[in-house]
């Protein structure tokens, strides 16, 4: 005589729905963890830009010291309603080959100056103003530009600055 085991028969589907919940659980904590690593990289991506605007701007300023150190404070790069250079192509003045005066020198230092940060950050805008006898350079560039508002306005802008 067979004897049925009536718990035997019960527990038969438990064993699937037990795989489907640990299924769906394994499958949210994936895509928290996705998450949660793309917005570590574009962190680290913002920290290198930052990194690299601050240093390009420490140059700036070891130039305009140099700057200072020849031609005396008195012709320090002056302002003017001319836009920075876009950075396109190096400046036609080579100071390092030829004697240079103030204005020559400045224009290649700022020529160079954006030549670079455009080579290293190629969305980055450079803006300088004057308050109070004080210049502040300023690097912005958009905070993520793949993923631009769908209104047509543009994205927040992450920015550097100095004054000197």
């Not at 067979?2 to 028969?9: I, S, T, Y």
């Not at 700036?60 to 950075?87: K, Y």
């Not at 103003?129 to 994205?155: K, L």
Request: with cysteine; aromatic share 8%.
């Amino acid at each position: 005589m067979q004897m049925k085991n009536p718990d035997l028969r019960a527990s038969n589907g438990f064993a699937l729905i037990d795989s489907l919940v640990a299924l769906v659980i394994v499958g949210i904590m994936t895509v928290g963890f996705s998450n949660a690593w793309l917005q570590f990289q574009r962190t680290t991506q913002l920290t290198q830009m930052r990194q690299t605007a601050h240093a390009l701007l420490d140059e700036l300023a070891q130039n305009l010291l140099l700057h200072d150190a020849r031609f005396g404070t008195a012709s320090r790069i002056t302002l003017t309603t001319v836009p920075l250079p876009s950075g396109d192509a190096l400046p036609g003045i080579a100071c390092r080959d030829k004697a240079c005066n103030a204005s020559e020198f400045s224009d290649a230092t700022l020529q160079a100056w954006a030549y670079a940060v455009h080579s290293a950050l190629p969305l980055a805008t450079l803006t300088v103003t004057a308050e109070s006898g004080w210049q502040r350079w300023e690097i912005a560039w958009p905070q993520n530009p793949s993923a631009m508002p769908a209104d047509g306005t543009e994205s927040p802008l992450t920015r550097v600055f100095m004054w000197l």
